[in-house]
T-cell receptor
């Protein structure tokens, strides 16, 4: 969506490989979320950043998942030792003043 | 019980008809409610939000909220084939000042010409 860019658009990883997914929001946007959307399901919360502070990481499914936003702008979601169950679309979202989200185009991760 | 429940569908309506999409939620204290549309292979886009009991209209879309019954619905009048998509209901987490949302699994709508 306008205002937030995600890369890569598609990623195929071999099981056990580490991956890094990038979210690049428009400048000055304070609140940033990561969601995971499995096929046929709604998005599920992973983690939330307010500027560079990771205020909520309760949705990260395991310690293989790690997210950062060191300068309060670009955020990276890293998944170590990928497993097949990690296959999903990973969505980055910015929160608007009405608390609605603007989503990025997502990264579709396929673990083979 | 899922926190936010939707019938997965598909819901099929003829062009020009009213499509009615429903959503129930489990946390009685929830305060904010959203409807997103998601086309196949695309990311969700916000259609409407509603915070107060009653109806909220925006063009062909009307959101209805009944907190006592814990349901929120979306009506689409004069449905068009371009409305064919998955509609996601999302509820704000009570007590969260971050704006974290819980999504339902979505209802697939098919509008037939």
């Amino acid at each position: 969506g306008a205002g937030v860019s995600q890369s890569p658009r598609y990623k195929v990883a071999k099981r056990g490989q580490d991956v890094a997914l990038r979210c690049d929001p428009i400048s000055g946007h304070v609140s940033l979320f990561w969601y995971q959307q499995a096929l046929g399901q709604g998005p599920e919360f992973l983690t939330y950043f307010q500027n560079e502070a990771q205020l909520d990481k309760s949705g990260l499914p395991s310690d293989r998942f790690f997210a950062e936003r060191p300068e309060g702008s670009v955020s990276t979601l890293k998944i170590q030792r990928t497993q097949q169950e990690d296959s999903a679309v990973y969505l980055c979202a910015l929160r608007g003043v009405d608390y609605g989200y603007t989503f990025g185009s997502g990264t579709r991760l396929t673990v083979v | 019980q899922k926190e936010v429940e939707q019938n997965s569908g598909p819901l099929s309506v003829p062009e020009g008809a009213i499509a009615s999409l429903n959503c129930t939620y489990s946390d009685r204290g929830s305060q904010s409610f959203f409807w997103y549309r998601q086309y196949s292979g695309k990311s969700p886009e916000l259609i409407m939000f509603i915070y107060s009991n009653g109806d909220k209209e925006d063009g062909r879309f009307t959101a209805q909220l009944n907190k006592a019954s814990q349901y929120v619905s979306l009506l689409i009048r004069d449905s068009q084939p371009s409305d064919s998509a998955t509609y996601l209901c999302a509820v704000g987490v009570r007590g969260s000042n971050t704006g974290k949302l819980i999504f339902g699994q979505g209802t697939t709508l098919q509008v037939k010409p």
